[in-house]
Each structure stands twice: as C-alpha cells, then as structure tokens.
C-alpha cells in the first residue's frame, strides 16, 4: 500500500490569497499542531524581508519535529544560501524552487523564454541539491502548458536533482477525470516521474478540488497540498479522511491522524478566525511563549541563554549577563524559572534605556453593551502627545492608542499577566513583547490595576525600540 503525505500549506495560501492576518505567534502555534498530527511536510513563506523572515523561519525551524518543513526559494544564490541558513536547524528541511511554466505566465511573471525557464529552473535545483538532497520543484501553473514541454522542465530539474515535483492546477478548471488523465499523460511522458515523488496541488474554482486530489493519487500522486483553515484549495481534514476511509480501495494510506483532526482543526480555526478582532490592528497571540521551559539554580549562562533565544531574543554580552545575574537571584529562591518567568527576567533586566516616552495620564471607558475606549496621554522628550482610541476590551483599545500616539503598528509576539503579590491589593505584572525589524523587544509594567501595568509594558518595549531606531 502506498503511503500518501499530506503537505499543509496554510500559511503560504494565506498570504497570496491574503485570505488571513496571522501574526508571527500564531504561525507558531499553528505550525506545533500540524507536526502533532502527522502532516508529511509544512510549507511556510520564503525570505522577502531578510531579518523578520529568517527569525520567523528559524523560529518555526526549531519547533518542527516530525513534519518536513519545506520552503521555497528565488533561482538565485543569495536566496537559496539565507532560506537554508534559516531553515536548516529543522530536522528535515525541503527547498522548493518555483516556476509559471505556461506561455502566458512564463512570458509574462517569469520574464523568460521557454529554454532559459529551463536552464535556469535546472541550475537553482543543483544549486538546493548542494545543500540538501530533499528538493522541490513546483510547476506552478502546469495544466495549462503543453505536456510535452512540462515533461522536458520536469526530465531538466530531476536531473539537476529534485527528489519531488509538484504540478499545480492553478486555474481549478478541471473535473477529477481530467486531472486523471493530464497525470496519466505526464507519466507517460515523463517516465523519470515513476523513481520521485509526485505532487499535486489543485484550486476549487469549481468545488472538486477534493475530488481532483483523490483523482491524482489514484493516478500515482504521492504528495497532496492541503490547507488547514478553509481557502479555496483541497482541504487537508476532508482529503485525510476520504484516504483513511477508502484506503483499500485507492490502495494508499496518509499518516495524518484522523482521530486528533477535529480537536486540531478546531484549534486551527480558532487562532485563523477572522472575528477574532476584525476591528483590532493589533493581532498577536496570548500563550506561552515557549513550551518546556524549565531552569534551575543549577543552569549555567550559555544554557539559560541557549532559552533566551528561543524566546526569540538577541542580546548583547552586557544584556546576558545582567539577565544571567538577574536569574541567578530568582532561581535561588525557587525550585524552577518557567517560560513566563523568563520573559519577565529579560524584560526587566535586559536593554534599559533612557525612556523616549513616558505615561501622562489615561482614561479607559469599558462595558458591556459598548466597546472599551482609551484616551492614552503621553510625553516624547517631554511634548504631551494624545490618542483615543476603540478596542475589543481595555487593553487591545489602549495598545491601539498608543500606537496611534507613535504612528506605527508594531506586531505583538506575546502578551502575559500574572499576580506578583497577594491579597484584594495585589500586584499585577504584565510582559509585553513586541517585533520591530525582525528583533524581539520586551517590557515590564507592574500596578494594582492590571490596565495599567499592560500600558506600562508597551511603552517600555517600546522605548527600547525607540532607543534602537535613533543610535
């Protein structure tokens, strides 16, 4: 029986089809269920802006334990070299070169004639193969090019050193006896195919993409690209099931465990969720940052460090070891540092800076038949500066605020607050981090009114971006 992979591509379809806003703490969080439940690879976006880019792809990296994650590549040197060295700490990692092989798209996207797409297609192939022997190549608009030409692109990058490749029906315009035969004529044509893995991706512009993607396996597909949240593509909760289902009949099986697909596509539905703050400009995640973490008095710099980064910080030499001596006191207190406990050490010990804005005064408005308000005053070296602002609650309205004071949107990687002091009066923490220019910043408020302390955490993260932007 043949073993079928399933290849989410959730977030690349996000954003070209710009269907969903995922902020970099979803992705994450996205990325741990997928590899929790057996997907064959996960696709993620390429470098385009290199510091934001790499640090998400690393990030990401790091977390995949079982999947592939596979990402895409420009037919040049530098960017094959900057999405291997980001990628490459996953435990597999595929590289995926991309062509429009049709006439028009060739001509017209690609800028480039029939054979030099080839040549050039072939030499960004050898050049992956160099660096990984798990390479890609996707023919992103196949069905619309002539069979014979697919199949002398396809003889070129195999040879060059494609383990896969993938043909894509762009245009969503055939029915799954089509599909069928356009797979049908490809092996005919291209007998290399039969030794490598094939992959399909098929567009729903007619509601059969599902239908289409059981149609290609049954023609010799190995590979189905799927999402996760549904996008008008094939749909990986209903492909997997159609595969367990009818797998003696299509004499194929995926790993996908259907039996956690419901629990994880319901959690996948919630972090991608467009009402989950349509009004808000501000998208990130509330969770931990980073799960596992556990440190003791017994930890040395480099170990606490090596979780520093993973929580997504660069630090200065200076910057650790005020963080390390500023652990040491903590973890000689207590059994264990968590995750959260971490963040606000680095918070507080890392970065301190001469502040660019401080709190004047605020006013917040909230109940429960009207959105919270927030009227946010601020000082920039002294100038009085004032917002208002509506949000989904006192906080998101009051981060908005802010944000309006400064002129720019920052994305928010992780949000938490916790109790520091017991009692009716007791002290609350809060620890904002925020991502500016591919760098995570983090601040930490303390008040008896846990608005208050939010307020405070942004405007410290955000003076030390503020710091960074004018030295």
């Known amino acids: 029986m043949r073993d079928i992979r399933v290849s989410d591509i959730t ?61 895409p590549v420009k037919m040049d040197d530098d960017s094959i070299q900057a999405v291997w060295n980001a990628a490459k700490g996953a435990k597999h990692v595929r590289l995926q070169v991309e062509a429009a092989v049709s006439p028009s798209c060739m001509e017209y996207i690609q800028r480039k004639k029939a054979d030099t797409l080839i040549a050039d297609a072939a030499e960004a192939v050898a050049k992956c193969a160099q660096l990984t022997d798990d390479v890609e190549f996707v023919a992103i608009d196949a069905t619309r090019t002539d069979v014979a030409y697919l199949a002398r692109v396809i003889d070129a990058v195999v040879a060059a050193g494609a383990k896969t490749v993938t043909v894509c029906d762009a245009a969503g315009s055939m029915l799954p006896e089509e599909f069928a035969q356009f797979i049908a004529d490809l092996y005919q044509a291209t007998p290399q195919l039969k030794d490598i893995d094939l992959g399909i991706s098929c567009c729903n512009n007619l509601n059969m993409a599902d239908a289409c993607a059981v149609a290609g396996v049954m023609a010799g597909a190995s590979i189905v690209k799927a999402t996760s949240y549904p996008m008008d593509v094939v749909a990986l909760d209903n492909v997997a099931r159609i595969l367990a289902a009818k797998a003696d009949a299509l004499g194929a099986q995926s790993k996908v465990r259907v039996t956690e697909l419901k629990r994880a596509m319901n959690q996948i539905s919630r972090l991608c969720c467009d009402d989950r703050s349509k009004a808000s400009l501000f ?134 607050i916790q109790a520091v002091t017991e009692g009716r009066e007791a002290m609350g923490e809060s620890v904002v981090k925020l991502i500016a220019d591919g760098k995570v910043y983090s601040g930490r408020g303390i008040s008896t009114d846990i608005v208050e302390s939010s307020i405070r955490a942004y405007i410290n993260a955000l003076n030390k971006i503020a710091y960074e932007e004018q030295n």
Do not use: C, W
């Not at 980073?290 to 200076?318: F, I, K, P």
């Open 11 to 71: 977030m690349r379809e996000a954003i070209a089809s710009k269907a969903l806003s995922l902020s970099f703490k979803e992705k994450l969080e996205i990325v741990k269920i997928l590899d929790r439940i057996g997907v064959g690879s996960i696709e993620v976006e390429g470098i385009e802006s290199s510091k934001v880019d790499s640090l998400r792809i690393k990030s990401i990296a790091s977390l995949v334990k079982n999947s592939t994650l596979a990402v």
């Open 283 to 416: 998208t990130g995640a509330v969770s931990e940052a980073v799960e596992g973490v556990v440190l003791t008095a017994g930890d040395d710099q480099a170990t606490v460090m090596q979780y520093v980064e993973r929580l997504g910080y660069s630090l200065s030499d200076e910057d650790a070891e005020a963080v390390f001596e500023a652990f040491k006191k903590i973890a000689a207190s207590k059994e264990r540092v968590s995750a959260t406990e971490l963040d606000a050490i680095v918070a507080s010990a890392a970065l301190q800076v001469p502040p660019t804005y401080t709190l004047d005064g605020y006013v917040i408005n909230s109940g429960l038949s009207f959105k919270a308000t927030s009227h946010i005053s601020l000082r920039k070296n002294g100038e009085l500066i004032e917002a208002v602002s509506l949000g989904d609650g006192p906080i998101d309205s009051s981060f908005k605020s802010i944000e309006s004071v400064v002129g720019k949107h920052y994305e928010l990687d992780d949000f938490s």
